[in-house]
């Protein structure tokens, strides 16, 4: 499942691809996936121009700019103008790394402006291809674009979406209600209160949208290794200097999993069709029973918050106060014991 590093390198893939090309016409599969694309978007997407290609969380946004649109009265000098103006202005090195943008009020800037908002699900393919190029099977919905390219979305198992949204205000709203903070700078006050105020282990911590956004189950157990924190501990049962060791864990693994391009598992490519790379450095990831790269003890999988999770023991220790640990530890101890 592409978490956050994944879906940033798909929309740095996409952007150069995309920003300023115009949409000539859509073309979509019969088979729906989960959200399916309705008919009625192609008119509204059909003679829009891409104006940027943005991330919040796990989502993909692609602002359009429509041609034609309904006349509004000019902008005054002033504020109007000169958000809009701002809005296109090229992005710093701070602003590509997490490449989102704060949630906009209900009267700024991006009202009554068209976006389409895109999730790769499980096995989601977005990518920008010669339009001569085989279609492969599972395409779903394939944008024409005005340079002889497309931009073709596929889904082998149709866990993913392609939206329109006729007002951006709309897609955002439904965005910051289910979305905590991204991850990159996040606040360490906020932080420590969120993780030391639960009973729930740092695992499901870490999978909760609504704490930090983006991190999945890679980047989960990555990052607590990385923290030096066993993922079955109760966020309450860590000190603050623990949280903020967390903290920047988090933020030292996605920000080398996104220079790496992210992991391909199964299916992800990013926007330029390109696989990842992170897969390769994954330090207790899908690497049970294999040393750990710090003190070679073989790495565990435990479930934690139903999900597969995976640690050292040596490394990531935790005390009978602190949480449960997981089944393969207490048989490995029993055996070192
Ligand atoms: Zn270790």
Redesign the pocket.
């Known amino acids: 499942m592409p978490e956050l590093p994944e879906v940033e390198t798909v929309v740095r893939d996409l952007r150069p691809l995309l920003v300023g090309r115009g949409i000539t016409g859509v073309r979509q599969s019969k088979h729906k996936l989960r959200r399916p694309w309705k008919p009625q978007w192609n008119a509204a997407v059909t003679g829009a121009r891409v104006e940027a290609v943005r991330r919040r969380g796990t989502w993909i946004l692609i602002d359009l700019a429509v041609s034609n649109p309904t006349p509004q009265p000019p902008p005054r000098s002033g504020e109007g103008g000169q958000a809009r103006k701002a809005s296109r202005a090229p992005l710093s090195e701070d602003e590509l790394r997490s490449s989102f943008s704060p949630p906009r009020s209900g009267e700024g800037p991006g009202v009554g402006l068209p976006l389409l908002r895109v999730h790769l699900g499980m096995t989601g393919q977005f990518t920008v291809v010669d339009a001569s190029t085989p279609q492969p099977d599972h395409l779903h919905v394939v944008f024409a674009l005005d340079n002889a390219h497309e931009l073709r979305y596929r889904d082998p198992r149709r866990f993913g979406s392609v939206e329109y949204f006729a007002d951006r205000a709309d897609a955002e709203a439904e965005l910051s209600a289910e979305l905590g903070p991204e991850p990159f700078g996040i606040d360490a006050a906020y932080f420590r209160d969120a993780v030391r105020g639960t009973a729930r282990n740092l695992k499901a911590v870490l999978l909760d949208q609504t704490v930090v956004a983006g991190v999945g189950n890679i980047y989960a157990d990555e990052a607590c290794f990385r923290a030096k924190l066993h993922p079955g501990r109760t966020g309450k049962s860590l000190s603050a200097d623990e949280c903020d060791r967390l903290r920047e864990a988090i933020e030292a693994v996605l920000t080398r999993a996104i220079e790496s391009r992210g992991s391909t598992i199964r299916d992800y490519v990013g926007g330029s069709g390109l696989r990842g790379g992170f897969q390769n450095e994954h330090a207790v990831y899908g690497r049970t029973d294999q040393p ?1 790269p ?4 073989p790495v565990l999988c435990a479930r934690y918050a139903g999900r597969a999770s995976h640690y ?1 023991p ?2 990531q220790v935790i005390n009978h106060k602190e949480g449960p640990r997981g089944r393969g530890e207490r048989a490995q101890r029993r055996t070192r014991e």
Request: charged fraction near 10%; hydrophobic fraction near 0%.
């Open positions: 750990c710090t003190c070679k003890t050292c040596h490394c």
